[in-house]
């Protein structure tokens, strides 16, 4: 694996940002990328933070095969306290601690992006080894993720505190992403009921996800964890996509 892959960051090398933009775009469904906070902050990462944005490249072709986006947070109370509303706050939380000077001691990973065709070769527990290392080069406490699990998008009215205990026969997770995590001895804390929020009027809605919503009420949508609740009289669809806290053990 290690042989087949390079892992880099986009510290050590900045001319790889626009590739794993590419890849990051490809990998998620329109209204993901739509997001309030991430429109607010998440052009900054690569400046803020470039050495927690990973690159993994194809040892022989120098093509970006997948990447992931971490931040340091300041966080002095139990793990098992990380908040509701995760990965908005987790990315909001970053800047904020930048901008008010405060040390960071725990590493959040936010996303881990698989080129197509690249996926299913271990390229998620490769980098989550990297962002493990991240965290313990850093000295931090540990490393939290909160994980969206990657088939849940095909049980929509399930609930997420529910689907996460669904099991294999072998005793793993269902989910390949929640997987990939316990095999990396990730542990699952709790379900962030409120880890995103996406807004938009119905006629975006109706572009992001090539629909019609002709009428008011909560609408499956491709790509989407949870239904999407439309409102014809307000003119306002809302997504909100519930996650899986992650945690680490200390480094």
């Excluded at 901008?99 to 065709?117: R, T």
């Excluded at 026969?169 to 009921?193: E, K, M, T, Y």
Aim: aromatic share 8%; charged share 20%; glycine share 6%.
């Amino acid at each position: 694996m290690t042989e087949r892959y390079a892992v880099t960051t986009i510290e050590e090398n900045p001319a790889l940002a626009t590739e794993v933009a590419e890849v990051v775009r490809s990998a998620w469904p329109t209204f993901m990328r739509l997001d309030a906070i991430a429109g607010k902050y998440w052009s900054e990462l690569d400046h803020a933070f470039p050495e927690l944005q990973i690159a993994v490249t194809d040892a022989q072709s120098g093509e970006v095969v997948a990447s992931a986006h971490a931040v340091p947070l300041s966080w002095n109370a139990p793990l098992a306290d990380l908040p509701e509303n995760g990965w908005d706050w987790a990315l909001a939380k970053a800047f904020g601690d930048l901008e008010d000077g405060l040390p960071p001691n725990l590493v959040c990973g936010l996303e881990v992006s698989i080129a197509q065709g690249c996926r299913g070769k271990g390229l998620g527990a490769l980098v989550m080894q990297t962002m493990k290392s991240a965290a313990k080069n850093r000295r931090a406490a540990g490393l939290v993720v909160p994980a969206r699990p990657s088939l849940k998008s095909r049980y929509p009215l399930a609930a997420m505190a529910s689907y996460v205990r669904w099991r294999n026969a072998d005793g793993l997770p269902f989910d390949p992403w929640l997987r990939v995590h316990a095999r990396q001895n990730g542990s699952i804390a709790h379900v962030c009921d409120h880890a995103m929020r996406i807004e938009g009027t119905v006629a975006q809605w109706e572009e992001w996800t090539a629909m019609r919503f002709p009428e008011s009420g909560d609408y499956v949508v491709p790509d989407a964890l949870v239904p999407v609740t439309i409102d014809c009289d307000s003119d306002r669809g809302v997504y909100v996509e519930p996650g899986v806290w992650v945690i680490y053990p200390s480094p």
